[in-house]
């Protein structure tokens, strides 16, 4: 895994070992490289000159994290009420993904060629088509393709990298960002997402030390 930070100890300290985790995704990929101005204008601020509008997206990746937030701590008590909810969470999600506005903000990152990317909730590294100095601004949005989380957020360059993933002539270089000014409703996601994987990681590991005991 790549640690965004350059940085693998996380003094003990359990949340920041988790928002440290870092996991190997396939993601639909687009940033566009802004300027200071808009970097500290902010990301609202850019998409209302930009005539983007994400009223709707955002109340419901609002709820969203809440809800899945409730939905953890509900399986803990209640597994069984907790499935039950889950799958008419996932009901109402499929019907929610077909409302024009949702499927306009999805539809062109899903057109794009998926990436594989190391992403963790502070920062992701990803192939580009430039090697884009330390420093460099970028106005970045991506969806997740194991579950369709769509996030956006601004971020800068870090660092080089070696690309992850197989090798790409179209995008021979490797950079590591961090994230910049991100909605907590979009963090939270983030989040939610790496503890379920980080979950699902040690599940596997625990089957597989049963399997050769």
Known sequence: MINMNGNGNNNGNTDDGRRSFRVSETVYLKYDVINDREFHEGLDRRKLRLGVSDGLRSVILDLDTRLDQKLYLLRAESNPIGECLALLNDKVNTV??????????????????????????????????????????????????????????????????????????????????????????????????????????????????????
Do not use: W
């Open 96 to 213: 929610i993904q077909q409302l024009p506005e949702m499927r306009e903000s999805q539809s062109s990152l899903a057109r794009s060629k998926p990436l594989t990317c190391e992403v963790g909730a502070d920062g992701m590294a990803f192939s580009s088509d430039k090697n884009y100095d330390i420093g460099t601004k970028l106005a970045l949005r991506f969806l997740l393709e194991s579950d369709n989380r769509y996030i956006e957020t601004f971020c800068h360059v870090v660092r080089h990298i070696d690309p992850p993933g197989d090798i790409d002539v179209e995008r021979p270089f490797g950079i590591a960002v961090e994230f910049q000014g991100m909605k907590t409703s979009q963090k939270e996601i983030l989040i939610q997402h790496l503890f379920e994987r980080e979950s699902e990681t040690l599940r596997m590991r625990r089957l597989n030390l049963d399997a050769m005991q």
